[in-house]
């Protein structure tokens, strides 16, 4: 087999990780809100990426903060943890932050929790959320 046959295999074999990962994550927040498929929608809670970026994560934009409610993340990290090597990347979206609110989010990964959220931007409910097994993010993450 050639390196770029191996290479073509590889992909194939982390994309269908990747569709597994992503249909699971839809499954397990589907529990806790509403999905938010379409681009001119504005009541879902939570849109799952669609494209495996050939990086091993699968990508969730957050529009509704409750959707990072620790019971909510724990049950995503015992999703990945059946995938290791790969991580659940939370990207707060909230409408109508675009501008004013930095990027941030957190990395769900089999063994810790990446905390990238500037909560000095969040309301006063989400400032204090705490998450078992998290670290602060670093420019190296």
Request: glycine content about 8%.
């Amino acid at each position: 087999m050639t390196r770029l046959e191996e290479e073509r295999q590889r992909y194939r074999a982390q994309t269908a990780i990747f569709l597994q990962l992503r249909e699971q994550i839809e499954a397990a927040l589907k529990k806790f809100g509403r999905p938010d498929y379409m681009p001119d929608r504005t009541d879902g809670d939570f849109t799952v990426h669609g494209d495996y970026s050939g990086y091993p994560q699968a990508v969730v934009f957050i529009n509704n903060l409750e959707m990072l409610r620790p019971k909510i993340v724990a049950e995503l990290q015992k999703l990945v943890e059946g995938h290791p090597g790969w991580q659940i990347a939370l990207t707060v979206a909230v409408r109508g932050h675009d501008d004013d609110w930095p990027d941030m989010g957190l990395y769900v990964r089999p063994h810790e929790i990446i905390d990238a959220l500037q909560r000095q931007y969040l309301p006063e409910e989400f400032q204090n959320i705490e998450y078992e097994g998290v670290r602060k993010g670093t420019p190296y993450d």
